[in-house]
């Protein structure tokens, strides 16, 4: 889930996209902006 996260909401196995994209863990400036994200994912999934 984390990994999928950090590459704009998209499973790196499979391809396929199970949230809304974040953004990209390599375009983050900020440890604050990573836990921004993560928490979107899992505020969306549950």
């Given amino acids: ?3 999928g996260m950090m590459n ?3 499973d790196l ?3 396929k ?3 809304k994209g974040y ?3 390599t375009e983050m ?3 604050e902006e990573l836990l ?3 928490d979107k ?3 969306e999934i549950t």
């Fill in 29 to 31: 400036e900020s440890y």
């Fill in 17 to 19: 996209r199970f949230t």
């Fill in 1 to 3: 889930m984390f990994l």
């Fill in 8 to 10: 704009n909401g998209v």
């Fill in 13 to 15: 196995t499979s391809n």
């Fill in 23 to 25: 953004g990209y863990f």
């Fill in 41 to 43: 994912t899992i505020r």
């Fill in 36 to 38: 921004k994200a993560w």
